[in-house]
């Protein structure tokens, strides 16, 4: 808890994480379990919302002049990866909702080509993610301005190229190269 205490941004993203999720299913429970349709777009319109609440208290922390430390760098990459990945997990969770609760089809896992192209459409949210992020951290590091201060988020750039690579290569050119090759159907 100490910990927490001293690095209000971690909690931001914690908090933040929690309620992306309860915000997420509460309104897909009330649109498909409990037919509240104005409900439910309330509930998921709040999601995107809870996004600018973690980057709004990350500013106020480095605002009250709190040494940037990794988890305002964390917030930024959250943040980027929340605003590129976050529409997609919405209709995720809504495919697999409106399939058990309201009759409808049951989602599909892509295969072949299809799951090839997913793999890079993917990697492609993951660069455009964490370019978010990287304009966030030049944000933060260009207003805060103070070298020693804003060293932590500087660090964060090469953690960048870091994910996007380990992306690159567990995603779409693993599936590339390991995809199991699909035999034409013998007569």
Not at 16 to 44: D, N, Q
Not at 99 to 112: L, N, T, V, Y
Not at 129 to 148: K, M, N, R, T, Y
Request: proline share 7%.
């Amino acid at each position: 808890m100490n910990f927490l205490a001293q690095h209000p941004a971690t909690l931001a993203i914690i908090i933040g994480e929690i309620a992306f999720w309860l915000f997420l299913l509460g309104g897909l429970i009330a649109r498909y379990p409990m037919k509240m349709a104005r409900t439910s777009v309330v509930l998921l319109t709040a999601v995107p919302l809870v996004d600018l609440a973690v980057l709004i208290a990350s500013v106020i922390d480095l605002a009250r002049g709190t040494p940037a430390n990794f988890s305002h760098g964390l917030a930024a990459v959250y943040l980027g990866f929340s605003i590129v990945f976050g529409p997609s997990m919405i209709r995720w969770a809504d495919g697999r909702f409106a399939h058990r609760f309201a009759d409808g089809p049951k989602p599909r896992k892509p295969e072949g080509r299809e799951k090839i192209r997913r793999e890079w459409l993917d990697w492609g949210k993951c660069v455009a993610s964490c370019a978010i992020a990287a304009v966030l951290l030049l944000a933060a590091i260009f207003i805060i301005g103070e070298p020693q201060q804003v060293a932590p988020l500087w660090e964060w750039m090469p953690r960048l190229g870091g994910i996007t690579v380990a992306w690159l290569l567990l995603g779409p050119v693993w599936t590339e190269t390991f995809r199991r090759k699909t035999r034409a159907p013998q007569p």
